[in-house]
T-cell receptor, first 112, second 113 residues
C-alpha cells in the first residue's frame, strides 16, 4: 500500500536556523513526490516537486528537497528559516492514479 | 485567474443535521477532487470527478456522504446525517485534464457537535 510518513509533527526554530523536515514514503513503483505548504489562513501551495532527473530539487522561497531512492526519503531543507516560514508543511506522493497520498503534516513555528 | 473557492469557510452543525459544502474549481479544469483532513491526521482522498462523472470514489467514508458535480462545473459534498467523526477540514482541488498538478482551495472547516 502507498503511504507517506512525516516524523516531525511540530518543529520550533529560531530565525536563521537551518531546517530539515523528514518524509519517507512507501511505494514500489515510479513515484512523483511533492512538498506543499499551508500558511495560516491560506491555501495549500506547491513548494516543490520531484518527477525524475536530478534528485536535488529546488523550489520556491529557498526551499529544496533531496530524493534518496535507497532510503525512500524526500526530506525538505532550508538553510536559514525566516519568521514568514511559519506554516504547516505536507509531503505528498502521486502514483499516477490522480490522487495524492499525503503525510500527516509538520507544523513549523519560527521564532523571531 | 481565480483559484479554487470553497463555501462556507466554517460550518458548525449538530449531530444528525445535514450540511452541504460547495467547491468551485478553476475555470476549465475538468478534474475535481475532494479530500478531508481529520484533526491530527493526514489529508485523505475522498473522490475524483472528471467533468460530471465520478472516476474514483474509493475514499468516501460511507453512504452518508454524497458528492455531485452537475454540469461539470461546481461540486457539492453533502453529509447527511452528520456524525461527530465527520468533523475536519474538507479540501477541494482541481486540475486540468492530463496534468498532475492539483490546485487546492482553502478548505471548509466542519465541526459536528
Amino acid at each position: 500500500a502507498q503511504s507517506v510518513s512525516q516524523h516531525n509533527h511540530h518543529v520550533i526554530l529560531s530565525e536563521a536556523a537551518s531546517l530539515e523536515l523528514g518524509c519517507n514514503y512507501s511505494y514500489g513503483g515510479t513515484v512523483n513526490l511533492f512538498w506543499y505548504v499551508q500558511y495560516p489562513g491560506q491555501h495549500l501551495q506547491l513548494l516543490l516537486k520531484y518527477f525524475s532527473g536530478d534528485p536535488l530539487v529546488k523550489g520556491i522561497k529557498g526551499f529544496e528537497a533531496e530524493f534518496i531512492k535507497s532510503k525512500f526519503s524526500f526530506n525538505l531543507r532550508k538553510p536559514s528559516v525566516q519568521w514568514s516560514d511559519t506554516a504547516e508543511y505536507f509531503c505528498a506522493l502521486y502514483s499516477g492514479t490522480y490522487k495524492y497520498i499525503f503525510g500527516t503534516g509538520t507544523r513549523l513555528k519560527v521564532l523571531a | 485567474e481565480a483559484g479554487v473557492t470553497q463555501f462556507p469557510s466554517h460550518s458548525v452543525i449538530e449531530k444528525g443535521q445535514t450540511v452541504t459544502l460547495r467547491c468551485d474549481p478553476i475555470s476549465g479544469h475538468d478534474n475535481l477532487y475532494w479530500y478531508r483532513r481529520v484533526m491530527g491526521k493526514e489529508i485523505k482522498f475522498l473522490l475524483h470527478f472528471v467533468k460530471e462523472s465520478k472516476q474514483d470514489e474509493s475514499g468516501m467514508p460511507n453512504n452518508r456522504f454524497l458528492a455531485e458535480r452537475t454540469g461539470g462545473t461546481y461540486s457539492t459534498l453533502k453529509v447527511q446525517p452528520a456524525e461527530l467523526e465527520d468533523s475536519g477540514v474538507y479540501f477541494c482541488a482541481s486540475s486540468q485534464q492530463g496534468l498532475w498538478e492539483q490546485y487546492f482551495g482553502p478548505g471548509t472547516r466542519l465541526t459536528v457537535t
